[in-house]
Protein backbone atom coordinates (compact mmCIF):
# COMPACT_ATOMS: atom_id res chain seq x y z
CA UNK A 1 0.00 0.00 0.00
CA UNK A 2 1.56 3.44 -1.02
CA UNK A 3 2.30 5.81 1.70
CA UNK A 4 0.20 8.73 2.16
CA UNK A 5 1.45 11.74 -0.10
CA UNK A 6 1.64 15.66 0.73
CA UNK A 7 -1.36 16.14 -1.92
CA UNK A 8 -3.58 13.80 0.01
CA UNK A 9 -5.95 16.28 1.60
CA UNK A 10 -5.48 18.57 -1.19
CA UNK A 11 -6.78 15.79 -4.04
CA UNK A 12 -9.71 15.01 -2.05
CA UNK A 13 -11.29 18.71 -1.93
CA UNK A 14 -10.43 18.47 -5.78
CA UNK A 15 -12.19 15.81 -7.11
CA UNK A 16 -15.80 17.40 -7.50
CA UNK A 17 -13.59 20.04 -9.34
CA UNK A 18 -12.04 17.96 -11.54
CA UNK A 19 -14.86 16.77 -12.86
CA UNK A 20 -16.26 19.81 -13.39
CA UNK A 21 -13.55 21.15 -15.29
CA UNK A 22 -13.34 17.84 -17.51
CA UNK A 23 -16.66 18.59 -18.28
CA UNK A 24 -15.99 22.30 -19.51
CA UNK A 25 -12.76 20.83 -21.31
CA UNK A 26 -14.64 18.12 -23.16
CA UNK A 27 -17.72 20.27 -23.89
CA UNK A 28 -15.05 23.13 -25.67
CA UNK A 29 -12.74 20.36 -27.18
CA UNK A 30 -12.74 19.99 -30.97
CA UNK A 31 -13.68 17.35 -33.24
CA UNK A 32 -12.18 14.36 -33.40
CA UNK A 33 -9.53 14.09 -36.35
CA UNK A 34 -8.54 10.16 -37.42
CA UNK A 35 -5.98 8.06 -35.03
CA UNK A 36 -2.39 9.00 -35.80
CA UNK A 37 -0.58 12.36 -34.91
CA UNK A 38 -0.27 15.72 -36.53
CA UNK A 39 2.28 18.42 -36.36
CA UNK A 40 1.82 22.18 -34.28
CA UNK A 41 -0.10 24.06 -36.06
CA UNK A 42 -2.80 21.71 -37.07
CA UNK A 43 -6.02 21.22 -35.10
CA UNK A 44 -5.52 17.46 -34.25
CA UNK A 45 -7.81 17.78 -31.19
CA UNK A 46 -9.72 14.46 -29.91
CA UNK A 47 -12.83 14.54 -28.32
CA UNK A 48 -12.16 13.66 -25.35
CA UNK A 49 -14.86 11.37 -25.34
CA UNK A 50 -16.71 8.67 -27.29
CA UNK A 51 -18.08 8.47 -30.65
CA UNK A 52 -21.80 8.61 -31.94
CA UNK A 53 -21.82 4.97 -32.32
CA UNK A 54 -21.28 5.02 -28.35
CA UNK A 55 -17.73 3.07 -28.58
CA UNK A 56 -14.05 3.82 -28.66
CA UNK A 57 -13.67 7.63 -28.90
CA UNK A 58 -10.64 9.41 -27.86
CA UNK A 59 -8.28 10.88 -25.89
CA UNK A 60 -6.07 13.67 -27.07
CA UNK A 61 -2.21 13.93 -26.02
CA UNK A 62 -0.19 16.99 -26.56
CA UNK A 63 3.54 16.28 -27.20
CA UNK A 64 5.07 20.07 -26.53
CA UNK A 65 8.93 19.70 -26.93
CA UNK A 66 11.85 21.35 -28.67
CA UNK A 67 12.16 20.77 -31.91
CA UNK A 68 14.00 23.90 -32.71
CA UNK A 69 16.47 26.03 -30.66
CA UNK A 70 19.07 24.99 -29.04
CA UNK A 71 17.53 21.28 -27.56
CA UNK A 72 16.29 20.67 -30.83
CA UNK A 73 18.40 16.79 -31.04
CA UNK A 74 17.09 16.07 -27.75
CA UNK A 75 13.45 17.04 -28.71
CA UNK A 76 14.21 14.75 -31.86
CA UNK A 77 15.31 12.01 -30.09
CA UNK A 78 11.92 11.70 -27.42
CA UNK A 79 10.12 12.45 -30.27
CA UNK A 80 11.21 8.95 -31.91
CA UNK A 81 11.33 7.71 -28.55
CA UNK A 82 7.76 8.42 -28.02
CA UNK A 83 6.90 7.03 -31.28
CA UNK A 84 8.58 3.59 -31.23
CA UNK A 85 7.09 3.32 -27.67
CA UNK A 86 3.56 4.04 -28.52
CA UNK A 87 3.74 1.55 -31.64
CA UNK A 88 5.08 -0.94 -28.97
CA UNK A 89 2.65 -0.27 -26.57
CA UNK A 90 -0.89 -0.61 -28.43
CA UNK A 91 0.63 -3.31 -30.99
CA UNK A 92 0.93 -1.39 -33.37
CA UNK A 93 -2.94 0.07 -33.32
CA UNK A 94 -2.45 3.62 -31.73
CA UNK A 95 -5.44 2.38 -29.16
CA UNK A 96 -5.86 1.04 -26.37
CA UNK A 97 -8.99 -0.69 -25.09
CA UNK A 98 -10.59 0.59 -28.35
CA UNK A 99 -9.97 4.02 -27.55
CA UNK A 100 -7.89 5.73 -30.09
CA UNK A 101 -4.68 7.87 -28.82
CA UNK A 102 -4.45 11.24 -30.60
CA UNK A 103 -1.03 12.52 -30.57
CA UNK A 104 -0.36 16.39 -31.32
CA UNK A 105 3.09 17.67 -31.30
CA UNK A 106 4.11 21.47 -30.97
CA UNK A 107 7.08 22.75 -30.78
CA UNK A 108 8.38 24.73 -27.81
CA UNK A 109 11.67 26.19 -28.39
CA UNK A 110 13.02 25.44 -25.05
CA UNK A 111 10.98 28.87 -24.75
CA UNK A 112 8.99 29.07 -21.08
CA UNK A 113 6.30 31.25 -22.22
CA UNK A 114 5.78 29.52 -26.04
CA UNK A 115 5.16 26.21 -24.00
CA UNK A 116 2.42 27.63 -22.02
CA UNK A 117 0.83 29.50 -24.73
CA UNK A 118 0.92 25.85 -26.51
CA UNK A 119 -0.13 23.90 -23.87
CA UNK A 120 -3.79 26.05 -22.82
CA UNK A 121 -4.36 26.13 -26.18
CA UNK A 122 -4.05 21.95 -26.49
CA UNK A 123 -5.88 21.92 -23.22
CA UNK A 124 -8.76 24.16 -24.59
CA UNK A 125 -8.47 21.93 -27.57
CA UNK A 126 -9.29 19.09 -25.39
CA UNK A 127 -6.10 17.40 -24.45
CA UNK A 128 -6.35 15.58 -21.38
CA UNK A 129 -2.79 14.63 -21.25
CA UNK A 130 0.56 16.94 -21.79
CA UNK A 131 3.76 15.04 -21.94
CA UNK A 132 7.00 16.04 -22.94
CA UNK A 133 10.20 19.11 -23.21
CA UNK A 134 13.42 19.05 -22.83
CA UNK A 135 13.58 22.16 -21.10
CA UNK A 136 13.63 22.47 -17.42
CA UNK A 137 12.88 26.06 -17.41
CA UNK A 138 9.44 24.84 -19.41
CA UNK A 139 8.66 21.76 -17.46
CA UNK A 140 8.17 23.86 -14.52
CA UNK A 141 5.99 26.27 -15.89
CA UNK A 142 4.30 23.61 -17.68
CA UNK A 143 3.79 21.60 -14.43
CA UNK A 144 1.52 24.65 -12.25
CA UNK A 145 -0.58 24.80 -14.97
CA UNK A 146 -1.35 21.03 -15.09
CA UNK A 147 -2.32 21.59 -11.79
CA UNK A 148 -4.64 24.82 -12.68
CA UNK A 149 -6.42 22.37 -15.02
CA UNK A 150 -6.14 19.47 -13.92
CA UNK A 151 -4.59 17.49 -16.64
CA UNK A 152 -2.09 15.21 -16.99
CA UNK A 153 1.73 16.13 -17.01
CA UNK A 154 3.98 13.57 -17.72
CA UNK A 155 7.44 15.54 -18.35
CA UNK A 156 10.27 14.15 -20.84
CA UNK A 157 14.11 14.67 -20.59
CA UNK A 158 13.58 18.20 -18.18
CA UNK A 159 16.19 17.18 -15.25
CA UNK A 160 15.36 19.51 -12.82
CA UNK A 161 14.43 17.91 -9.87
CA UNK A 162 11.76 20.87 -8.60
CA UNK A 163 9.77 18.75 -11.32
CA UNK A 164 9.57 15.96 -8.69
CA UNK A 165 6.67 16.06 -6.37
CA UNK A 166 5.58 19.68 -7.19
CA UNK A 167 2.00 18.63 -7.33
CA UNK A 168 -0.16 15.34 -7.50
CA UNK A 169 -1.00 16.01 -11.60
CA UNK A 170 2.81 15.88 -12.79
CA UNK A 171 4.52 12.86 -13.53
CA UNK A 172 8.32 12.40 -15.39
CA UNK A 173 9.45 9.71 -17.98
CA UNK A 174 13.12 10.83 -17.84
CA UNK A 175 15.83 10.82 -14.46
CA UNK A 176 15.93 13.92 -12.61
CA UNK A 177 19.51 15.63 -11.50
CA UNK A 178 19.40 14.07 -8.08
CA UNK A 179 20.25 10.67 -9.56
CA UNK A 180 22.88 12.18 -11.92
CA UNK A 181 24.62 13.47 -8.89
CA UNK A 182 23.99 10.34 -6.89
CA UNK A 183 25.20 7.81 -9.69
CA UNK A 184 28.84 9.83 -9.28
CA UNK A 185 28.78 9.76 -6.21
CA UNK A 186 28.90 5.78 -6.87
CA UNK A 187 31.31 6.08 -9.14
CA UNK A 188 33.59 7.88 -7.02
CA UNK A 189 33.11 5.78 -3.75
CA UNK A 190 35.14 7.20 -0.81
CA UNK A 191 37.05 9.40 -2.99
CA UNK A 192 34.93 12.82 -2.38
CA UNK A 193 35.73 13.30 1.52
CA UNK A 194 37.40 16.47 2.22
CA UNK A 195 38.07 17.82 -1.39
CA UNK A 196 36.33 20.62 -3.32
CA UNK A 197 33.81 20.00 -6.36
CA UNK A 198 33.21 23.04 -8.40
CA UNK A 199 29.94 22.69 -10.46
CA UNK A 200 30.53 24.01 -14.35
CA UNK A 201 27.00 24.44 -15.59
CA UNK A 202 24.65 26.80 -17.78
CA UNK A 203 22.76 29.49 -15.44
CA UNK A 204 19.27 27.65 -16.21
CA UNK A 205 17.09 26.21 -14.21
CA UNK A 206 18.99 22.85 -15.33
CA UNK A 207 21.98 24.45 -14.10
CA UNK A 208 20.96 25.72 -10.60
CA UNK A 209 19.37 21.93 -9.84
CA UNK A 210 22.64 20.75 -10.52
CA UNK A 211 24.33 22.78 -8.08
CA UNK A 212 21.77 22.01 -5.29
CA UNK A 213 21.82 18.77 -6.01
CA UNK A 214 25.45 18.43 -5.61
CA UNK A 215 25.19 20.36 -2.72
CA UNK A 216 22.69 18.11 -1.22
CA UNK A 217 25.03 14.93 -1.78
CA UNK A 218 28.28 15.65 -2.02
CA UNK A 219 28.02 18.32 -0.20
CA UNK A 220 26.34 16.85 2.51
CA UNK A 221 29.66 13.94 2.34
CA UNK A 222 32.02 16.72 2.89
CA UNK A 223 33.05 18.36 0.41
CA UNK A 224 33.13 21.74 -0.13
CA UNK A 225 30.84 23.09 -3.06
CA UNK A 226 31.57 25.57 -5.51
CA UNK A 227 30.08 26.62 -9.07
CA UNK A 228 30.42 28.37 -11.86
CA UNK A 229 27.48 29.35 -13.79
CA UNK A 230 27.80 30.34 -17.63
CA UNK A 231 25.09 32.70 -19.56
CA UNK A 232 22.92 30.14 -21.51
CA UNK A 233 24.02 32.21 -24.38
CA UNK A 234 27.69 32.47 -24.42
CA UNK A 235 29.79 30.96 -26.93
CA UNK A 236 33.56 31.86 -25.78
CA UNK A 237 33.71 29.77 -22.71
CA UNK A 238 37.25 30.71 -21.98
CA UNK A 239 36.65 33.06 -18.94
CA UNK A 240 34.33 30.07 -17.79
CA UNK A 241 37.07 27.57 -17.38
CA UNK A 242 39.51 30.15 -16.35
CA UNK A 243 36.88 31.02 -13.15
CA UNK A 244 36.92 27.07 -12.83
CA UNK A 245 40.37 26.63 -12.36
CA UNK A 246 40.80 30.00 -9.93
CA UNK A 247 38.94 28.23 -7.86
CA UNK A 248 41.47 24.92 -7.57
CA UNK A 249 39.06 22.22 -7.46
CA UNK A 250 39.93 18.57 -6.75
CA UNK A 251 36.55 17.48 -9.01
CA UNK A 252 35.05 19.58 -11.41
CA UNK A 253 30.88 18.02 -12.05
CA UNK A 254 30.07 19.36 -15.66
CA UNK A 255 26.10 19.49 -16.69
CA UNK A 256 25.72 21.08 -19.84
CA UNK A 257 22.57 21.15 -22.14
CA UNK A 258 22.62 21.92 -25.72
CA UNK A 259 24.57 22.23 -28.74
CA UNK A 260 27.49 24.62 -27.33
CA UNK A 261 28.49 20.99 -25.59
CA UNK A 262 31.45 20.45 -28.29
CA UNK A 263 33.05 24.07 -27.48
CA UNK A 264 32.67 23.53 -24.02
CA UNK A 265 35.01 20.28 -23.74
CA UNK A 266 37.15 21.76 -26.72
CA UNK A 267 37.63 25.02 -24.31
CA UNK A 268 38.13 22.76 -20.89
CA UNK A 269 40.63 20.70 -22.85
CA UNK A 270 42.63 23.62 -23.98
CA UNK A 271 42.37 25.46 -20.40
CA UNK A 272 44.39 22.70 -19.24
CA UNK A 273 40.83 22.17 -16.74
CA UNK A 274 40.46 18.09 -18.09
CA UNK A 275 44.21 17.79 -16.09
CA UNK A 276 44.21 19.73 -13.83
CA UNK A 277 41.62 18.07 -11.44
CA UNK A 278 39.04 15.11 -12.02
CA UNK A 279 36.02 15.71 -14.38
CA UNK A 280 33.04 13.97 -13.92
CA UNK A 281 30.10 14.06 -16.41
CA UNK A 282 26.84 12.65 -17.80
CA UNK A 283 27.10 11.24 -21.30
CA UNK A 284 25.86 13.33 -24.14
CA UNK A 285 24.04 12.85 -27.13
CA UNK A 286 25.82 11.00 -30.45
CA UNK A 287 26.98 13.83 -31.88
CA UNK A 288 29.53 14.37 -28.38
CA UNK A 289 30.86 10.99 -28.85
CA UNK A 290 34.19 12.33 -30.94
CA UNK A 291 34.56 15.16 -28.31
CA UNK A 292 34.18 12.61 -25.31
CA UNK A 293 36.25 10.47 -27.26
CA UNK A 294 39.40 12.45 -27.53
CA UNK A 295 38.79 13.09 -23.95
CA UNK A 296 38.42 9.97 -22.72
CA UNK A 297 41.22 9.09 -20.20
CA UNK A 298 40.40 12.31 -18.70
CA UNK A 299 36.35 12.57 -18.03
CA UNK A 300 34.81 9.65 -15.55
CA UNK A 301 31.26 9.19 -17.25
CA UNK A 302 28.09 9.04 -15.15
CA UNK A 303 25.18 7.77 -18.25
CA UNK A 304 21.50 8.08 -17.83
CA UNK A 305 21.39 5.86 -21.05
CA UNK A 306 23.88 4.14 -23.14
CA UNK A 307 22.53 3.47 -26.68
CA UNK A 308 22.20 -0.53 -27.26
CA UNK A 309 23.69 -1.64 -23.82
CA UNK A 310 19.99 -3.02 -22.38
CA UNK A 311 18.39 -5.92 -23.76
CA UNK A 312 15.19 -6.06 -22.43
CA UNK A 313 12.11 -6.79 -24.60
CA UNK A 314 11.56 -2.91 -24.76
CA UNK A 315 14.84 -2.27 -25.94
CA UNK A 316 14.81 -4.91 -28.83
CA UNK A 317 11.15 -3.25 -29.89
CA UNK A 318 12.77 0.09 -30.02
CA UNK A 319 15.54 -1.30 -31.79
CA UNK A 320 13.45 -3.47 -34.36
CA UNK A 321 11.69 -0.19 -35.07
CA UNK A 322 14.35 2.31 -35.13
CA UNK A 323 15.73 -0.18 -37.58
CA UNK A 324 13.27 0.04 -39.94
CA UNK A 325 13.16 4.04 -39.33
CA UNK A 326 16.40 4.31 -40.35
CA UNK A 327 17.42 6.18 -37.22
CA UNK A 328 20.10 5.69 -34.75
CA UNK A 329 19.15 5.41 -30.60
CA UNK A 330 20.18 8.66 -28.56
CA UNK A 331 20.15 9.67 -24.97
CA UNK A 332 16.63 10.59 -24.69
CA UNK A 333 15.06 7.81 -26.45
CA UNK A 334 13.85 6.02 -23.51
CA UNK A 335 12.49 8.52 -22.15
CA UNK A 336 10.20 9.16 -24.93
CA UNK A 337 9.54 5.67 -24.79
CA UNK A 338 8.72 5.54 -21.40
CA UNK A 339 6.42 8.69 -21.80
CA UNK A 340 4.45 6.37 -24.57
CA UNK A 341 4.07 3.20 -21.94
CA UNK A 342 2.96 5.48 -19.32
CA UNK A 343 0.40 7.44 -21.75
CA UNK A 344 -0.77 3.90 -22.74
CA UNK A 345 -1.14 3.11 -18.77
CA UNK A 346 -2.68 6.46 -18.00
CA UNK A 347 -5.87 5.76 -21.14
CA UNK A 348 -6.51 2.53 -19.93
CA UNK A 349 -7.27 3.46 -16.60
CA UNK A 350 -8.98 7.23 -17.82
CA UNK A 351 -10.87 5.99 -20.38
CA UNK A 352 -12.20 7.56 -23.46
CA UNK A 353 -13.71 10.13 -20.66
CA UNK A 354 -9.78 11.11 -20.01
CA UNK A 355 -10.79 10.62 -16.38
CA UNK A 356 -7.69 12.93 -15.11
CA UNK A 357 -8.20 11.34 -11.30
CA UNK A 358 -8.49 7.32 -12.63
CA UNK A 359 -5.02 8.01 -14.48
CA UNK A 360 -3.33 10.16 -11.82
CA UNK A 361 -4.13 6.76 -9.92
CA UNK A 362 -2.90 4.23 -12.11
CA UNK A 363 0.17 6.10 -12.19
CA UNK A 364 1.31 5.56 -8.76
CA UNK A 365 3.38 2.81 -8.01
CA UNK A 366 3.50 1.87 -11.74
CA UNK A 367 6.32 -0.47 -12.13
CA UNK A 368 6.77 -1.19 -15.68
CA UNK A 369 9.61 -3.00 -17.62
CA UNK A 370 11.36 -0.09 -20.15
CA UNK A 371 14.13 0.20 -22.39
CA UNK A 372 16.49 0.74 -19.29
CA UNK A 373 15.10 -2.03 -17.12
CA UNK A 374 12.37 -1.70 -14.49
CA UNK A 375 10.80 1.59 -13.57
CA UNK A 376 8.86 2.62 -11.19
CA UNK A 377 6.83 5.49 -10.43
CA UNK A 378 7.23 6.01 -6.52
CA UNK A 379 3.52 7.34 -5.29
CA UNK A 380 4.27 9.86 -2.69
CA UNK A 381 6.20 12.39 -4.73
CA UNK A 382 5.98 10.73 -8.59
CA UNK A 383 9.78 10.06 -8.97
CA UNK A 384 10.63 7.70 -11.73
CA UNK A 385 13.02 5.08 -9.97
CA UNK A 386 15.11 3.47 -12.49
CA UNK A 387 18.81 2.02 -13.48
CA UNK A 388 21.81 4.38 -14.08
CA UNK A 389 25.45 3.50 -15.64
CA UNK A 390 28.63 4.35 -15.72
CA UNK A 391 29.98 4.17 -19.13
CA UNK A 392 33.11 4.49 -21.27
CA UNK A 393 34.58 3.99 -24.46
CA UNK A 394 35.54 1.21 -25.82
CA UNK A 395 38.93 1.87 -27.63
CA UNK A 396 40.84 5.22 -28.64
CA UNK A 397 38.94 5.49 -32.13
CA UNK A 398 37.87 8.53 -33.03
CA UNK A 399 34.54 6.33 -34.04
CA UNK A 400 33.99 4.56 -30.68
CA UNK A 401 30.92 3.88 -28.72
CA UNK A 402 30.69 3.76 -25.39
CA UNK A 403 30.18 0.82 -23.41
CA UNK A 404 28.47 0.28 -20.01
CA UNK A 405 31.18 -0.17 -16.87
CA UNK A 406 28.49 -1.15 -15.00
CA UNK A 407 24.84 -0.12 -13.65
CA UNK A 408 23.76 1.35 -10.74
CA UNK A 409 20.10 -0.70 -9.62
CA UNK A 410 17.23 2.16 -9.50
CA UNK A 411 17.39 1.72 -5.25
CA UNK A 412 20.43 2.88 -5.34
CA UNK A 413 20.64 6.03 -7.34
CA UNK A 414 16.71 6.54 -6.07
CA UNK A 415 16.34 10.34 -4.92
CA UNK A 416 15.82 11.30 -1.62
CA UNK A 417 11.77 12.41 -1.48
CA UNK A 418 12.27 15.61 0.71
CA UNK A 419 15.61 16.51 -1.19
CA UNK A 420 13.40 16.58 -4.61
CA UNK A 421 10.42 18.35 -2.54
CA UNK A 422 12.83 21.03 -1.54
CA UNK A 423 14.88 21.62 -4.81
Not at 56 to 65: H, K, M, N
Not at 319 to 333: H, V
Not at 394 to 416: C, I, K, M, N, R
Request: aromatic share 6%.
Amino acid sequence: MPQPRRGVRRRVLSRLAATAVAAVLAATAAACSSPGSSDAGGSGGGSGGKDGDGEGGSVTVALITSTSGPLASYGEQYLRGFEAGLDYATDGTGEVDGIAIEVVKSDDAAEPDTAVALARQRIGEGARIIAGTVSSGVAVQLSPLAEQNQVLYISGPAATDAVTGSNDYTFRSGRQTYQDVVTAKEILGGQSEGKKVVVLAQDSAFGQANVAAVEGVLGAQGMEVASVLAPPSATDLTPSAAQVLAEDPDMVFVAWAGDTAQSMWTTLDQQGVLDAATVVTGLDLRASYPVFGKARDKVTLLAHYVPGATDTPEAQALQSYFDAQGWETDLFTPDGFNAAQMVVEAVRAGGADGDTQAMIDALEGFTFSGVKGENTVRAEDHALLQPMFQAAFESADDGALPTVVQTFDAAVVAPAPAAAEGS
